[in-house]
């Protein structure tokens, strides 16, 4: 028997990449299947968040940027409620439990149990070529406004990357894109790391000439 009886069949190449889109939270897991680069949590948003946070970007909120442990989390989002809030109310007491729930979920997939939480207003093109960003898992929700755009493997030239839209995208009917209040759990790519998918290629939507705010949490682990 040669060696290569002993590795896994990615080994020295890589597999075609798939995204699972579900209902269920619950199905997270199937982020960390080797052939998967983005899982989709479909869900919408209650109506009362998404009053408050209508309220709230009309303020201008600096940008909420922290370490976050699995176990220390709702501290940790306490204090930063605290850079955007004077006063509690139950539709924020809503939003905060969301923002940390999803985190504290997501956390469960960090190695050591920590991540980086970045919670902000974009008004913005943000980043608007497709790219692959290098991290090993992102969690990313805009809780007002467009969410992030992606392509199925299909339609996307990976051998573009870096050059322009227009050569990146192959099929542009195929473009996908992340609905407000949507989680996503995006897969990236490490450098210098054997890993067997790529990563998902992604880009943030063209807001800046729509007048549109977005709020978006992202959540970073390695
Ligand atoms: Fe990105």
């Known amino acids: 028997m040669n ?7 990615w080994v020295g190449r890589k597999i075609r990449p798939r ?3 579900s209902h269920n939270w619950e199905d997270r897991p199937k982020i960390l299947q080797h052939d998967v680069n983005l899982f989709c949590w479909t869900r919408s948003l209650a109506a009362p968040v998404t009053r408050y946070l209508e309220e709230q970007v009309q303020a201008s909120l600096q940008p909420i940027s922290c370490p976050v442990e699995k176990n220390n989390s709702s501290q940790q989002l306490s204090a930063a409620r605290a850079v955007w809030e004077d006063t509690r109310s139950p539709e924020g007491d809503l939003f905060w439990k969301d923002v940390h729930n999803v985190t504290r979920d997501f956390l469960q997939f960090s190695k050591d149990g920590t991540g980086t939480l ?5 008004t913005d093109d943000a980043c608007s070529k497709f790219h692959v960003d290098g991290y090993r898992l992102r969690l990313f929700t805009s ?23 227009e050569q990146i995208v ?11 209040g949507h989680v996503g759990i995006l897969k990236g790519e490490i450098p210098n790391q054997n890993q067997a998918v790529r990563g998902i290629v992604h880009r943030s939507p063209p807001i800046k000439d729509t007048g549109q705010r977005r709020l978006i949490l992202r959540v970073d682990i390695e």
């Open 143 to 165: 809780y007002l406004g467009p969410g992030t755009e992606w392509l199925p493997e299909d339609a996307v030239n990976r051998h573009a990357l870096g050059t322009t839209n």
């Open 3 to 9: 060696i290569h009886s002993y590795l896994p069949q």
């Open 118 to 122: 970045h919670l902000k207003v974009v």
């Open 170 to 180: 192959k099929k542009p009917t195929r473009f996908q894109s992340l609905c407000t």
């Open 19 to 21: 995204q699972v889109i």
